[in-house]
């Protein structure tokens, strides 16, 4: 029998999924509450007894998803020889962030974090830096790679992935400055163990 934890995290989840395709088509300020509770198949009484506003409910979205695509990147343990985790975290990273739904959701959060700075924050908070902190870590622990600074190394790494799935995927950079996902990781993975 599911506790009463269970089933409300369940009906938040179902909640939040719904939230989730409201907020990709119609943007952060035009999106309504009663269409989220629609499309959500609640009521909009069970939908302001788990969020409380908009803003609330779009945190706990960010929260959500970055949870989901952290767990799927960052869940394998860091274990082995340094080439080969790093290149199938590389190949991890750019799998799973390269989701036309994550990036539309990315692409969100950056057209509101000029007015809702706190937004964009939230979700470096639950992506970037813990990321950033697990492969500082792991870095940490291979000093045969004689890496002085791994926090910065571990902002390249990281960052380069991500400036790639943005530039190509978000700004057409297919078209302007088209990279190989293959050729990108193997040079950055070059420099790192070098």
Same mark, same amino acid.
């Not at 274990?79 to 290149?87: A, C, D, S």
């Not at 492969?135 to 045969?144: D, N, T, V």
């Given at each position: ?11 938040? /989840?179902?909640?939040?999924q ?7 088509e119609?943007?952060y ?13 609640? $009521? ?7 969020? @409380?506003?908009?803003?609330g409910?779009?945190?706990a ?8 695509? #952290?767990r799927?990147?960052? $869940? ?9 985790? !790093? ?5 991890? =990273?750019?799998?799973? =962030? ?6 539309? #959701?990315v ?12 937004? $964009?924050?939230? #979700? ?10 697990i ?5 940490? /622990?291979?000093?045969?790679l004689? =890496?002085?600074?791994? /926090? ?11 400036h790639?799935? !943005?530039?190509?995927n ?9 990279? /190989? $996902?293959?050729?990108? =990781?193997?040079? !950055?993975v @070059? !420099?790192i163990?070098?």
């Open positions: 029998m599911a506790t009463m934890s269970t089933t409300r995290n369940k009906k938040a /989840e179902q909640i939040l719904g939230a989730m395709p409201e907020f990709l119609h943007g300020a035009a999106t309504r509450m009663d269409q989220v509770a629609k499309t959500a198949g609640v $009521s909009k009484q069970t939908l302001y007894s788990y969020f @409380d506003d908009k803003e409910l779009f945190k979205l960010i929260e959500y998803v970055a949870c989901q695509k #952290f799927l990147v960052w $869940s394998k343990p860091l274990t082995g020889e340094p080439r080969q985790v !790093l290149t199938r975290l590389a190949q991890r =990273i750019i799998t799973e =962030i390269n989701d036309p739904d994550y990036l539309c #959701f692409r969100l959060i950056i057209a509101e974090s000029g007015k809702h700075p706190e937004l $964009s924050q939230l #979700f470096l908070e639950n992506v970037a830096q813990p990321a950033i902190a492969f500082k870590a792991y870095l940490q /622990e291979h000093p045969e004689k =890496i002085k600074d791994s /926090e910065v190394i571990a902002h390249i790494f990281v960052g380069t992935l991500i790639n799935i !943005l530039t190509q978000m700004l057409s950079g297919q078209e302007v400055i088209p990279m /190989e $996902s293959e050729r990108l =990781i193997n040079n !950055l @070059d !420099l163990v070098n």
